[in-house]
């Protein structure tokens, strides 16, 4: 399975509008979002790249890991990110997401927590990968957003 890391920031009125604009900036746009947990199929390849929806697609189910951050406060940050390590052979691995206000702190929970879910499983993992964005609030609403896409599903 290809899954790809794609990012988005983007801003609105309100909070939703900054989420859908985020949503647009990453390629993902008029899919019904299944939110996923942490865990990567066995022979998954990742890749980071924008994703293209398809316009036959609109819709549809799209499975994702999902880190999104919104900041309503001028002058703040929002920041998110996402993780993972693969086993080399099998591909299997894990996925976490953080976010927050601050990119050191986001970055240190990333590799933290899969150091720290490294180490309670008996598979070897290899290294740890990320992908982040941030964005200033200046006035309006912002998001930012780190989306792991696994596929798309009609109902």
């Not at 794609?6 to 309100?14: I, L, W």
């Not at 949503?23 to 993902?28: F, R």
């Not at 720290?116 to 993992?125: A, D, I, T």
Request: overall charge negative; aromatic content about 8%; hydrophobic content about 40%.
């Amino acid at each position: 399975m290809n899954i790809t890391i794609c990012t988005g920031t983007g801003s609105g009125p309100n909070e939703l509008m900054a989420f859908d604009t985020a949503l647009l900036d990453a390629g993902i746009i008029d899919y019904n979002l299944i939110y996923l947990s942490s865990s990567i199929p066995a022979g998954s390849i990742i890749e980071r790249k924008r994703f293209i929806a398809s316009p036959d697609e609109i819709g549809h189910k799209l499975y994702v890991v999902i880190s999104q951050k919104i900041q309503t406060v001028p002058g703040n940050y929002a920041w998110a990110g996402i993780g993972w390590t693969q086993e080399k052979e099998k591909g299997r691995g894990l996925f976490v997401e953080h976010h927050g206000v601050d990119k050191a702190q986001v970055q240190n929970d990333i590799i933290s927590s899969l150091e720290f879910m490294k180490e309670n499983r008996s598979l070897q993992y290899g290294n740890i990968h990320h992908e982040m964005i941030g964005i200033d609030c200046k006035d309006n609403p912002v998001c930012a957003m780190v989306l792991a896409v696994f596929k798309s599903q009609a109902w």
